[in-house]
């Protein structure tokens, strides 16, 4: 551990000390700080700085882990079975003694490396700009017709027979 003093150590000390003369209320109040955090750090100063310092919160062990044996089971079946999909590698897992969850499974599997790694993406290439052989090439128009059936109003029907125009011509 590095046995230097830090500016937040020495703050706590500062804190500390003030609160052993005044109290934890009114150190509370000057340096703007929980009561109960003071109350953290007096359980844990013992009278130097470096009993201030910050600690890990790693925890000391990790009773859930995959055992070896399990490690190993996953790493001989994902030999032997590489192009199963994990669902179907989990269920054969649970066939054979596994007894963890599929997350947990996808967890340990990406920690040991056994996805393949991705195939890189093919880079786009543009296609080369063609130019124009005649005027009005790329003009598309859409003309839309409308299908009598469709058409309510007799009025507005083409095959109606006052729209025609040698219709009208031909009654009088």
Known sequence: MNKSITQDMAYRQSLMKYAEKYGVSRASRKYNKSRSYIYFWKQRWDGSAASLACQSRRPHSHPNQHTEAERKLIRDMRRRNPTLGMIELWHRLRQRGYTRCPESLFRVMR????????????????????????PGERIQVNVKVVPRSCITNPDLRRDHPKNCVNHQASVK
């Open 111 to 134: 920690k040991m490396g056994l996805f393949p790694a991705e195939k890189p993406k093919n880079t786009y290439k543009p296609k080369p700009y063609e130019q124009m052989t005649h």
